[in-house]
């Protein structure tokens, strides 16, 4: 009895944050600015260790003082987003995108261990104002205008590669973005971004791997 007594006194002793320790989450945004540097974690009561927004790799696991928290500049102060981490899990992926005339980010947040994105799974995500079409091997997707989909492809090359093609979608037809050569992997997963050219107000697209550790074996 003494002994559960103290259990349940060292439980109500623990702060909101360290009661949220063991929730981690990865990072990666579309685009980052150049001048952005390094940013944190951040409630009202606490702050995560300061780290840098990838954009071409995922970061290192995060954690966030709670489920509720908002994505600070260090250097410069003010919020870039806001994110909402749902109730259920613990481990989880924040894409951070940008959409046309917003200054900050909005997150798509995603379980790490997602069962609907697989190893050599493609998460396409079109952040364009017009629906994006293509194949990876055999497969055939078409993906409106702010829409996902989760890709498995179909159909590899003998030597471990998959024809892709990728287009937009336009009034007068659809235009070829890119023809290429994406791996077949046992390993990665990836995700392709479509968004409009700040520079040349066209739409272009931009993917990035993720290595996918495997599970941990089961606790006996």
Not at 48 to 63: E, G, H, I, R, V
Not at 73 to 94: C, M, N
């Amino acid at each position: 009895m003494r002994s559960l007594a103290l259990s349940l006194l060292l439980l109500a002793s623990l702060s909101p944050h360290a009661l949220a320790a063991k929730l981690e989450i990865r990072f990666l945004a579309e685009r980052v600015p150049a001048d952005l540097g390094p940013v944190c974690l951040a409630t009202e009561d606490a702050r995560s260790d300061p780290f840098t927004m990838p954009m071409n790799n995922l970061s290192a696991p995060q954690t966030p003082p709670a489920r509720l928290f908002n994505i600070v500049s260090v250097e410069k102060g003010g919020s870039l987003t806001t994110v909402k981490l749902p109730e259920e899990g613990d481990s989880f992926i924040a894409l951070l995108v940008k959409l046309p005339g917003q200054a900050g980010y909005s997150p798509v947040v995603m379980p790490y261990r997602n069962p609907k994105f697989k190893v050599g799974d493609i998460y396409f995500l079109n952040l364009a104002d017009k629906s994006v079409l293509g194949y990876v091997g055999t497969t055939k997707f078409i993906l409106e205008a702010g829409k996902s989909e989760v890709v498995t492809p179909g159909g590899a090359r003998e030597a471990k590669f998959y024809d892709v093609g990728l287009g937009v979608r336009e009034e007068e037809g659809d235009r070829l973005l890119a023809t290429t050569r994406w791996p077949e992997s046992k390993h990665m997963r990836y995700y392709v971004f479509f968004f409009m050219d700040p520079k040349t107000n066209q739409i272009t697209f931009r993917g990035v791997d993720e290595f996918v550790a495997p599970p941990p074996p089961p606790e006996l």
